[in-house]
């Protein structure tokens, strides 16, 4: 019964759900998908890649740069498609290893079947990516604005305090 069920029902649930074959293309090209050759291609060319790569990602969306600095990309290569796609033509283009096939693949089948190789080619790029200074935020300004107010206010209270403090000494020897 199981062989009835592999041969016969499952091919044809698989056939009724992949009508184009996206599914089937993305799967067989993560398989030939070789990251430890492409990892050593990118240690070799890192000098030479690091300028083009830095003004790619200068001249990205601000979603691109946000899934380079996230590490949980899955669900974010999903949500910002059209974005990613463009991200893989243009490292295509500066020859980024890796990229050019992936870009290839993503235009057949899409970026969900296939964002194991997205993810991957976004990890090796995120080392070219300069670390922004952080900039004082105004959150932050305004917390700080905010403690300034409440010591002057602890310090208004203390000095009120001082006063009804000696007043009241002040007006127990009278009582006697």
Same mark, same amino acid.
């Given at each position: 019964?199981?062989?009835?069920? #592999?041969? $016969?029902?499952l091919t044809g649930l698989n056939k009724l759900f992949d009508k184009d074959g996206k599914k089937a293309a993305a799967a067989e090209f993560l398989k030939s998908f070789n990251k430890e050759e492409i990892g050593k291609e990118i240690d070799d060319k890192k000098t030479e890649l690091e300028p083009k790569v830095v003004?790619?990602?200068?001249?990205?969306?601000p979603e691109i740069k946000a899934l380079l600095k996230d590490k949980k990309?899955?669900? #974010?290569? $999903?949500k910002n498609g059209p974005a990613v796609t463009k991200f893989l033509e243009e490292l295509a283009k500066i020859d980024f290893p890796g990229a050019k096939p992936v870009s290839d693949a993503v235009a057949k089948s899409g970026t969900t079947p296939l964002s194991p190789a997205i993810a991957f080619i976004l990890e090796k790029v995120a080392p070219f990516v300069p670390k922004e200074e952080p900039?004082?935020?105004p959150e932050a300004e305004a917390a700080a604005e905010t403690t300034s107010r409440e010591v002057a206010v602890e310090e208004e209270k203390k000095e009120e305090e001082k006063p009804a403090e000696a007043a009241?000494?002040?007006a127990e020897p009278e009582k006697q």
């Open positions: 019964m199981t062989s009835v069920w #592999k041969t $016969k029902v003004e790619v990602v200068e001249s990205s969306p990309t899955a669900s #974010k290569i $999903k900039k004082p935020e009241a000494p002040a």
